[in-house]
């Protein structure tokens, strides 16, 4: 008995498929665009979002693996974005360079067209809306984001590093501008983040999004009252 | 009747009094030191612990003029905290700027006296204990503007302001550096604002501060969860 227990164990070696290889690499190549990346939009936001994406997809029966690619590669446009200061829109340059990533890797032609797809319509415009399950999951995980804890932190951090004040509420929103000292995550708040939820595709999703933003609308309504040293 | 309701009524005039002239003027002066800073401490930071202090200060009888003045007066040494990356300590630049002021404007020597120990003990160290009823809610009121909603949304528009990540839950916090990517709002919490409830002097703060303390321990543990997937 002694004996057989010191026997060295063959350690368990995972199994990886040739698939598995290959999103771990193009995972590696979409974290490369966020070397130097802000706080709010760095890395850890692609990695909570393809961690919602799962979440999600399991219960929308969505593509997994679809989803996955989609998830690593959605905001790889985001840098080409900041530095033009908006003129290039992050998810059709996102999607453009999704494309030259897969289709370098050998990702078949209708693979590439559904990730592609995922990234293009993840900002919601009129022009492009997500037509496919996996791109409502990818568009739902990236607007959860931005809301609940999560989001309120985002909105403080964007506001930081813009240099914008802690609060405006007294001013006119409508009157105020981005990238201002008014760009505050009040702002944020009031022209974008109350309205996530009504926007929201998947019916987990949007249970998700229900309990965020209760506790988001709790948190500027204590941020007003604190303010006024009433609370 | 339409004849006496048309006669114009003389406009009642706010009676100010030397002393309300004196503060008015002193606050303008305090300001005009926070003309470039940054959000996370900038003069509305002020106003908000003068509302605190003037809330905690009424139910614990405390000089109120005396008050006011320490209030708008506390901070002014932070740009020379700043200035010198911390060389300096802002509590004690701030109580030597304080008595310039007030002497310059031929406040009596016992005010000054009261006014600069509020302001050199604000900021809780060993060597100098807040001793007197104004100095205790002055500490108390600056602490509470760092906690709460009004806390969690400082505390990460700092973060946002040294480049600071959202979040750094799973990094081990003592071995993580001030104005670094890891000097984060989380950080904040774990070293400083989770501890300040425990070190308020009066009854009003403290109650303040256990509600505050509430809904700041609520976030951090849904930032957490959040940044999971888990809510």
Request: hydrophobic content about 35%; overall charge positive; charged content about 35%.
């Amino acid at each position: 008995m002694a004996t057989r227990s010191r026997t060295p164990k063959r350690p368990l070696k995972k199994r990886t498929s040739a698939s598995d290889r290959l999103y771990e690499w193009i995972r590696r190549e979409a974290r490369s665009f966020f070397h130097d990346s802000r706080g709010s939009h760095a890395w850890d936001h692609t990695e909570r979002v393809l961690q919602l994406c799962l979440r999600i997809g399991r219960k929308e029966k969505a593509d997994l693996g679809i989803l996955k690619l989609a998830a690593v590669l959605h905001d790889i446009g985001r840098s080409e974005e900041d530095r033009t200061n908006g003129k290039v829109c992050h998810s059709e340059a996102g999607a453009a360079l999704a494309r030259t990533i897969l289709g370098a890797h050998g990702v078949p032609e209708d693979t590439i067209t559904r990730v592609a797809h995922c990234i293009e319509t993840h900002r919601f415009r009129k022009k492009t809306v997500p037509a496919t399950k996996e791109a409502k999951v990818l568009f739902d995980a990236d607007k959860l984001d931005s809301i609940g804890a999560v989001g309120i932190g985002r909105a403080f951090l964007f506001a930081g590093e813009v240099g914008a004040r802690l609060h405006n509420k007294d001013r006119d929103i409508a009157k105020t501008l981005p990238y201002t000292k008014e760009d505050t995550a009040f702002r944020e708040y009031m022209v974008k983040l109350r309205w996530v939820k009504d926007r929201i595709f998947t019916r987990e999703g949007r249970r998700i999004a229900e309990e965020r933003h209760r506790f988001m609308v709790e948190f500027f309504d204590r941020l007003d009252k604190e303010s006024d040293s009433a609370l």
